[in-house]
């Protein structure tokens, strides 16, 4: 090699090594580590080769927890705080006086500390026998009995955690909707209010279409951050996740490497991989899906 | 001529039904964004609020008060002496200062690598770097801890700082941005005698400095809000970052259920990033649209 094509691999250098070390290398071991059955921590050793793992991983059922908890997650989140960003860019559009300031307002959360804002949703929806907290006190007015969010029935924890998750992730679709919005072209909006369209009709006929590729985007990066869900739940409901009945597919496979249940490198390894699958397999169908319903080039 | 028209057809139509539903329409609309801002707000006032209650008075209110007319400041002395507070806060700052630091290098050197160099393999490699972008996080955090674990690194700033560095995607980023630099300020920087670094120094950054500001904001973000790795290789405080350390008051606390410390604290961590935000508003907004990834 000459010393100019020298050159630019010696510029790639850090980059090849940082991503070597931490990323590839990592990438390759794990699943390794997913198929070595019986793996010693300490001594660094391991008796077989095989399934071993994930039928283990597939057969517990903090496993099978995390696993529904997730699935609720993905399914109540990703539509529901899609559409509430679709409606509040909407209005945000057609709203002028005060727009920068709300758009500012709104995208407050994502330079929040995920863990630090949790404990103040945990206080605002926590019961205790000294208060009832200020949720149950709006529920009073409406008579509603005081419910204990956090550490209540299944129900009531997996709706905080629903509403914590949507209040983290709107910023992001609210954001990304608004500029999507701002760029379809005014001409059509134009030719529409010359035919004398309904604001309805314009939105189904025009708006929606123009920004189906952004919406489709927002939509898979949000069951691919759904599915990751770890560190809202344990803003809410502390690391003992599987107690709490709270617990992620991330949760459970960090709780499998440390903590006072860890120490299974290989456990972890193989929920890990289970989650990827289940990622790339909803990422490809999300995208064939949407290929066919798609008025619009992406 | 068209707009004349338009303009007559409105004034026919705008009736005054029409003009009734449109103060409704605008009504609604402005209830409805005013609504979320009050829920995007509201748990920041109720942090500062509670912040400022003192114990005693917290632990009355049987029903929350949504004010309070007796604000103290002892829950932020509380949450700097009983917990090491300033400590997890310099942690956070060292590891983010340093790892958006060398993210800052090996990112540049990169970016300049892909944009401007020709090399053998350059296609091949920019290929793989891409599809490096789709690795989660989460698959590779596994052996990374057992790497760390292994070199015995756990609980001090390398094993924190080291696994932390790369973002392929911002390496995409500037390289995209750097390859809108005109072609001609190179072979005139090289006609000139100019080496390749001194070039990138004193030309390319400098001229694609809202594109690095961008990726440094949103990595100093990223390391302000990590939690995950920091969890994982570090057991001793003294190395706590802010996230695992607000972890460690919940749960261990004040020695007894202090919430409005607790809230000093929440308080404390989060306002460094609200003013960062309001700083660089525009720099953030525009780099989170074009590659956020929260969420």
Request: charge should be positive; hydrophobic fraction near 50%.
């Amino acid at each position: 090699m000459d010393k100019k094509g020298m050159k630019g691999w010696l510029y790639l250098l850090p980059a090849i090594l940082f991503l070597g070390f931490f990323l590839v290398y990592p990438l390759i071991d794990v699943l390794i580590y997913s198929f070595e059955e019986g793996y010693n921590f300490a001594s660094q050793t391991y008796y077989g080769v095989g399934l071993y793992n994930y039928s283990y991983v597939l057969h517990d059922p903090y496993f099978l927890q995390a696993l529904r908890n997730t699935f609720i997650l993905v399914v109540v989140t990703v539509p529901l705080s899609t559409a509430l960003a679709l409606l509040i860019s909407a209005g945000l559009s057609s709203f002028r006086p005060l727009r920068s300031l709300y758009q500012t307002v709104y995208f407050l959360p994502y330079v929040t500390n995920t863990l630090a804002v949790g404990l103040v949703f945990m206080i605002l929806f926590r019961k205790t026998p000294y208060t009832d907290g200020f949720v149950n006190r709006i529920l009073g007015w409406i008579g509603a009995g005081p419910i204990d969010f956090i550490d209540g029935s299944y129900p009531a924890k997996m709706f905080v955690l629903c509403l914590y998750t949507i209040w983290v992730v709107m910023p992001f679709k609210i954001l990304v909707l608004t500029s999507a919005l701002a760029s379809v072209n005014q001409e059509y909006y134009n030719a529409a209010k010359v035919d004398g369209t309904s604001r309805f009709r314009i939105f189904a006929r025009i708006t929606l279409p123009m920004i189906s590729p952004t919406l489709v985007y927002l939509i898979i990066t949000g069951f691919i951050g759904a599915f990751k869900a770890y560190s809202d739940a344990v803003a809410l409901f502390g690391t003992n996740l599987n107690t709490a009945e709270m617990n992620t597919i991330v949760g459970y496979v960090y709780d499998m490497l440390y903590g006072s249940s860890g120490g299974y490198p290989s456990y972890a390894s193989a929920a890990a991989i289970l989650l990827f699958v289940i990622v790339l397999t909803i990422t490809c169908v999300n995208l064939m899906v949407s290929r066919k319903h798609l008025h619009y080039g992406v | 001529m068209v707009f004349d028209m338009e303009k007559q057809i409105d004034f026919e139509k705008i009736g005054r039904s029409d003009r009734v539903r449109r103060i409704i329409l605008k009504t609604v609309v402005c209830a409805g964004l005013t609504f979320w801002a009050l829920v995007v707000l509201f748990p920041f006032y109720w942090m500062v609020l509670t912040s400022v209650k003192s114990y005693s008075a917290y632990n009355s209110e049987y029903i929350p008060k949504l004010f309070t007319l007796s604000p103290t400041l002892q829950n932020y002395r509380e949450a700097f002496t009983a917990v090491p507070l300033a400590g997890y806060f310099i942690n956070t700052v060292i590891f983010a200062v340093v790892t958006v630091a060398l993210m800052l290098v090996v990112t540049v050197l990169a970016a300049f690598a892909f944009a401007r160099l020709n090399f053998p393999g350059k296609h091949l490699a920019f290929t793989l770097f891409l599809s490096l972008m789709m690795i989660p996080n989460e698959l590779v955090v596994i052996t990374n801890y057992v790497t760390i674990t292994n070199l015995g690194l756990r609980n001090t700033f390398t094993g924190l700082i080291l696994p932390s560095v790369t973002s392929v995607f911002y390496i995409y980023l500037l390289k995209e941005n750097f390859e809108q630099v005109p072609d001609q300020l190179y072979y005139a920087a090289k006609v000139d005698g100019t080496s390749d670094l001194k070039y990138l120094r004193k030309v390319l950054v400098p001229v694609c400095k809202p594109t690095i500001v961008t990726i440094t904001i949103l990595k100093a973000v990223e390391c302000w809000n990590s939690y995950v790795w920091p969890r994982l290789v570090t057991d001793d405080e003294a190395y706590f970052l802010v996230s695992n350390g607000i972890q460690e008051i919940r749960e261990n606390g004040f020695g007894r259920e202090n919430i409005p410390a607790m809230m000093a604290a929440v308080v404390v961590i989060s306002v460094p990033l609200i003013v960062l935000f309001v700083l660089f508003r525009g720099a953030i907004m525009a780099g989170v649209s074009r590659g956020g990834t929260k969420g």
